[in-house]
Each structure stands twice: as C-alpha cells, then as structure tokens.
C-alpha cells in the first residue's frame, strides 16, 4: 500500500522555523514529482512546493524566499524547511504525488499553528 506520512509540524511563534517530512512507501518515490500542499480550515487547497524526481522545484508566492523543498530519493524521503512562519501559514501541510485533491496519493498530514 502507498503511505505518506508526514511529520514535523506543530506550534510555533510567528517568526520561527519548523522543518517537515514525509517518509514514502509502496511506490517507486524517485520517479514522482512530490507536492506539499497546505490546507487551512475554510479553505481550498494551496499548491505551496513542489520537487521533481531531478530537483527542480517550485514555490508558491507565499513561499518564496522563505520555504525550501528538498528530497532524499535513497531515503524515500521529501523535506520542507519553513522560516519567517506567520499566521497565515496555519494549516495541515500534506505531501502528495499530486496538488489535486482526489488524485494521486495524499498522506494524512501534519498540522502546522502559527501563533503568539
């Protein structure tokens, strides 16, 4: 079976740093395109990162300069350091094989609070 699961996340003071990650299993993690993808009470998905099996990447306005993705294909393992967090950031971050919900594969994630 596929499994996501992502770690990491938690309470945090505006202004800090947290660093998640999510262990693969069930697919041959380094040919896949991973995603993390944030989704706030309320609200639709946000597309934030994304790496490809290469390294490319990609980052949503909000993450630029702040948020970097990275992967360890030996590892079957996708990163995403976080800095300068604020509120706006709250939400659960999920890693996925794909940015749309209802396609490819979803973990559960991991809950994300900005807060003072």
């Known amino acids: 079976d596929v499994q996501l699961q992502a770690s990491g996340g938690g309470l945090v003071q505006p202004g800090g740093s947290l660093r998640l990650s999510c262990a693969a299993s069930?697919?041959?993690?380094?040919?896949?395109?991973m995603y993390w993808v944030r989704q706030a009470p309320g609200k639709g998905p946000d597309r934030v990162s994304s790496i490809s099996p290469r390294g490319s990447t990609y980052y949503s306005n909000s993450a630029k300069g702040r948020f970097t993705i990275s992967r360890d294909n030996a590892k079957n393992t996708l990163y995403l350091q976080m800095n300068s967090l604020n509120p706006e950031d709250t939400a659960v971050y999920h890693c996925?094989?794909?940015?749309?919900?209802?396609?490819?594969?979803w973990g559960q994630g991991t809950q994300v609070t900005v807060s003072s």
């Open positions: 996925a094989t794909d940015w749309r919900p209802g396609y490819g594969f």
């Open positions: 069930g697919f041959t993690f380094g040919t896949f395109t």
